[in-house]
């Protein structure tokens, strides 16, 4: 029984950490008007007929604040990289000078922040409720043990060990959601 505990434990575990590293990607996306290397994770970059990641095909860098600098390692990708940052839905204008690629973030207007804001603490809430479901499920299993044999004293300590990873990940989020924010309505 104490096994089955513990693998009900890990999968807990398991499953808040898929959610705050899940919450952390989602976050990354969100434009704060700094520009970051990782806001082109998701682009994908036609290389020889097969998609390939842009990080796989050149060097990216942020030089200042709000550039984002794109060096491809064969000279003959700047254009499938340009052509793939456009059509990315990113709302990026790249700059091509036959060398590299330069990529502008401009500085979000006020109404912009706060609409960020907004969807920053939406992810994180959605973060909340994956969370709350994890526990929900663990519990229902330890009840289920519970049924087949378990002590109550270990289901119970089983509960109070899932009630501080929930209370541990959930101070987690709202770190990084601070810290987003605080980001979003820094100038």
């Known amino acids: 029984m104490q096994e089955e505990v513990q693998m009900i434990l890990d999968i807990c575990r398991e499953r808040m950490e898929h959610a705050i590293s899940h919450l952390d990607k989602e976050l990354v996306h969100i434009r704060a008007g700094k520009?970051?290397?990782r806001m082109l994770d998701s682009v994908m970059v036609d290389y020889y007929g097969s998609m390939v990641p842009i990080v796989q095909v050149s060097n990216i860098s942020t030089p200042d604040a709000r550039t984002i600098a794109?060096?491809?390692w064969e000279k003959t990708m700047i254009r499938p990289i340009e052509k793939?940052?456009?059509n990315?839905?990113?709302g990026f204008n790249p700059d091509n000078n036959g060398e590299a690629i330069r990529i502008n973030v401009p500085a979000p207007t006020e109404q912009r922040r706060k609409d960020m804001v907004k969807t920053v603490n939406k992810e994180g809430e959605i973060a909340k409720?994956?969370?709350r479901i994890a526990r929900k499920e663990s519990n229902d299993n330890l009840k289920k043990l519970l049924k087949d044999g378990l002590s109550e004293d270990l289901e119970k300590d089983a509960e109070e060990v899932v009630q501080e990873m929930i209370n541990d990940f959930s101070k987690k989020i709202d770190k990084m959601?601070?810290?987003k924010n605080h980001?979003?309505?820094t100038i």
């Open 70 to 72: 794109v060096q491809p």
């Open 88 to 90: 990315s839905n990113l």
């Open 35 to 37: 520009a970051s290397p």
């Open 177 to 179: 959601l601070d810290d």
């Open 129 to 131: 409720v994956s969370l």
């Open 84 to 86: 793939a940052i456009i």
């Open 183 to 185: 980001e979003i309505l």
